[in-house]
Structure formats: C-alpha cells, structure tokens
C-alpha cells in the first residue's frame, strides 16, 4: 500500500500568518490521465472531516471552501498552504491519496492558532 | 443541498456484529454513479480507509483495507439511495466513529456513527 508521510505533526500560528503543511508518497500519485490524486481534508474538534483540496490543487466546487487554501506540489510531494490563518482554520490536517486502493491518509497535522 | 445520514452502530461484544447505514438525500448528486467510501476514526487515532463499492456500471465492486477485509463488506441499494456497512466477527480494535462519503475523493461525508466493541 501507499505510505503517506505529513509534516510537521503540529504546528501553531498567529491569526493572519501563514501556514504550510507537506505531504509525501511513497509511490507517484500521478494517473495515467494525468490527474494527481491527493486530496486535503480538515476535521474540526467533534467534526466529520471536510474535503478542502482534490486532484492536488482544486478546491471543490461549492462547498464553501475559502481561498485562503490552495494545494500544490506532483508526484510525490505535495503541500498545503494556508494565507492569513483565522481561528476557524483550527483543528486536524490529512492528506489522502485516492490512486489506488486501499486508499491512505497521512498521520495527521494539528494546526493551533 | 446534500447531506450524508448515519444510522445504526452502537454496542457490541468480540466476535459480534453490527450494520451502519448511510442514506443520501437532497439535490445535487446522481447517488447511482457516486462510489460510496467508509473510513473510521479509531480511537486516539487519525483516519483508516475501511473499504468502497462501486456503481452499477462497474458491477458494484467492492473493496476493502487490510485489516477488515473478510470480516466487513459494504453494499448499497441506489432505488433507496443508501448504502450499508456489515461489520462482523467484531474486534476491539474496530472500535471507533465510522464514517461514509462519496466519489473518488471524498467529497460529502456522514455524521459519523460509533461504533464500541467490548470483550
């Protein structure tokens, strides 16, 4: 199975700063179609996790995700970026590849504000 | 707008078995051409990818992670537009909150449903 590896394990900013989250696989998560599948999800204290980024640098459609969140990154390495942290941006950070099953997440980043 | 209902779960002991369900409702998703993922949060852990079922057009194949494959198995009924987890042969370490979602990158996710197995 595909490892994913995050980093830092936690990490605490000031509201406005600006936040940096990696990812790696042990494996390319780029498709034959040319889409990467890595995906970021945020889960907030007593939450079901929220899809924030697919496809490594798309923010879905509708789902109200601000854009102070952008993914980046091919291959095997990839990061989250958060400009101008806010309060609300507290809480659980995974990445997740969706390449192949069984599909994996990352151990997790607690972000603190 | 979409939202994910859990039901079911609760209480069992090792060896035992339980159902979770997941209905789909409101506009703004074909629910017959959405694969439909379970992923749990075990206890002070992160996230587990526990398995998927595809669509009719790919013959509602099933697939599972490592350490519930043969003991769990998924299925859906889409006239009802909802989907089921089987969870069986129960282990303490399957406790957890347990929870669905939708499409290959997990777009939409239930509420979550506990889930505690004791021996």
């Known amino acids: 199975e595909i490892v994913m590896t995050q980093s830092p394990r936690s990490l605490s900013v000031a509201p406005g700063e600006v936040a940096s989250i990696s990812c790696s696989s042990s494996?390319?998560?780029?498709?034959?179609?040319?889409?990467?599948?890595l995906s970021w999800y945020l889960q907030k204290p007593g939450q079901s996790p929220q899809l924030l980024i697919f496809?490594?640098?798309?923010?879905p459609y509708g789902a109200g995700v601000p854009e102070r969140f952008s993914g980046s990154g091919s291959g095997s390495h990839f990061t989250l970026h958060i400009s101008g942290v806010e309060p609300e941006d507290a809480g659980l950070y995974y990445c997740?590849?969706?390449?192949?099953?069984?599909?994996?997440f990352g151990q997790g980043t607690k972000l603190e504000i | 707008e979409v939202q994910f209902v859990q039901s079911g779960g609760g209480l069992a002991q090792t060896g035992g078995s339980l159902r979770v369900s997941c209905v789909v409702s409101?506009?703004?998703?074909?629910?017959?051409?959405?694969?439909i993922h379970w992923v749990r949060q075990t206890t002070g852990k992160g996230l587990e990818w526990v398995g998927q079922?595809?669509?009719?057009?790919?013959?509602?194949?099933?697939a599972y992670g490592a350490s519930v494959e043969g003991r769990f198995s998924i299925s859906r009924d889409d006239s009802q537009r909802v989907s089921y987890l089987h969870l069986n042969n129960l282990r303490v370490e399957d406790t957890g909150v347990y929870f669905c979602?939708?499409?290959?990158?997990?777009?939409?996710w239930g509420q979550g449903t506990q889930v505690t197995v004791s021996s």
């Open positions: 979602s939708n499409g290959g990158s997990l777009f939409d």
């Open positions: 409101g506009s703004g998703i074909n629910f017959d051409t959405s694969a």
């Open positions: 079922i595809r669509t009719k057009s790919f013959n509602y194949a099933t």
């Open positions: 494996k390319s998560l780029l498709h034959i179609s040319d889409n990467t599948y």
């Open positions: 496809l490594a640098s798309s923010r």
């Open positions: 997740m590849q969706a390449l192949e099953t069984p599909y994996t």
